[in-house]
């Protein structure tokens, strides 16, 4: 059960956009919401004043944020202004406070680059322990004031890979609010020729080799599905066949109809391995929906 949310926000719009979620989560939950702000330091631009001015006008920021949500959140609502690296302040916020999962706003289609919230995004989901949910709004839409948003289906790639199931539990935290269904999806990757296509049969064993990879692939996620089942959860699979896995875990979202997928991801080694690595961040940028990412301590998937 979910007890603390931290939200970042950066004084834009764009950054409360994921304000409607967390205060939904807050009111299915009872859970309190924290508002999180970083000034980091520009020396470059400094002036006398200009970190106590700084602090003034965040504190006022969050202040006025907290007038415009009142009685919306189930729990109670706080706020930091905080001065440093903004990933490891926040990191160590979420630390300190006991945050049990954090909803921010990022980019999508482009580069995680735009304020701190891109860049933000992508370093604080590499360090933490703990769910994070980004949320991509639509570029130049004004943030909604309600939630909207219905998490009907919730999908979760799998790999075969203990890492790629460390984010099971977490789908099902969250679903469960929701009264989620879950769908577990494989992308199986194309053959590579294993023999001269100048040989004759090289296309009937290639044809094999895949028909073998999509079985044993529907197996293990009916073994993971039947697990789920047996604790009164809906659950539906699928195999996705594509050269990339991003691209395959994108196309059977949009298949299924999708509202969120939720996937375990690596952090100090980058986005980069199995194909929940280098494929986490083509599909938080390619989603319109929220994205749940969990990076497991490197013990959990030894």
């Given amino acids: 059960m979910y007890r603390q949310i931290l939200v970042p926000l950066d004084g834009s719009a764009f950054s409360e956009s994921s304000l409607p979620l967390a205060l939904e989560i807050s009111?299915?939950?009872?859970?309190?919401?924290?508002?999180?702000?970083?000034?980091?330091?520009?020396t470059s631009f400094a002036y006398e004043g200009w970190e106590g001015a700084a602090v003034e006008w965040s504190n006022e920021y969050l202040e006025s944020?907290?007038?415009?949500?009142?009685?919306?959140a189930g729990g109670e609502v706080t706020t930091a202004v905080l001065s440093g690296h903004?990933?490891?302040?926040?990191?160590?916020?979420?630390?300190?406070?006991?945050v049990d999962i954090v909803v921010m706003a990022t980019h999508g289609r482009g580069a995680l680059s735009r304020?701190?919230?891109?860049?933000?995004?992508?370093?604080?989901?590499?360090?933490?322990?703990?769910?994070?949910?980004?949320?991509?709004?639509?570029?130049?839409?004004?943030?909604?004031?309600?939630?909207?948003?219905?998490?009907?289906?919730?999908m979760i790639?799998?790999?075969?890979?203990?890492?790629?199931e460390a984010a099971l539990e977490h789908a099902v935290e969250f679903g469960e609010l929701f009264a989620s269904a879950y769908h577990l999806t494989r992308v199986v990757s194309y053959p590579i020729d294993?023999?001269?296509?100048?040989?004759?049969?090289t296309a009937q064993i290639n044809e094999q080799v895949m028909a073998d990879a999509k079985k044993g692939a529907a197996e293990y996620l009916e073994a993971s599905a039947d697990a789920m089942r047996r604790r009164g959860l809906r659950v539906t699979t699928s195999v996705a066949?594509?050269?990339?896995?991003?691209?395959?875990?994108?196309?059977?979202?949009?298949?299924?109809?999708?509202?969120?997928?939720?996937?375990?991801?690596?952090?100090?080694?980058?986005?980069s391995r199995t194909i929940l690595g280098s494929a986490a961040d083509k599909i938080v940028r390619g989603l319109h929906t929220p994205v749940l990412l969990f990076r497991p301590s490197e013990d959990a998937t030894d």
């Fill in 27 to 42: 009111r299915r939950t009872g859970a309190a919401v924290h508002l999180a702000t970083v000034l980091e330091p520009v």
């Fill in 241 to 271: 066949v594509d050269a990339q896995a991003g691209n395959g875990v994108l196309g059977e979202a949009e298949a299924v109809g999708a509202d969120m997928v939720a996937m375990a991801t690596h952090g100090r080694k980058g986005l």
């Fill in 194 to 201: 294993i023999a001269s296509p100048y040989l004759p049969h």
């Fill in 115 to 154: 304020m701190w919230l891109g860049s933000v995004a992508d370093g604080f989901v590499r360090q933490a322990n703990l769910p994070v949910v980004l949320v991509r709004p639509e570029e130049n839409a004004e943030p909604a004031t309600n939630f909207e948003h219905a998490f009907e289906i919730l």
């Fill in 86 to 98: 903004t990933v490891e302040m926040l990191q160590g916020e979420a630390e300190s406070r006991d």
């Fill in 65 to 72: 944020v907290v007038e415009r949500i009142e009685g919306q």
């Fill in 157 to 164: 790639p799998l790999d075969g890979s203990a890492l790629s």
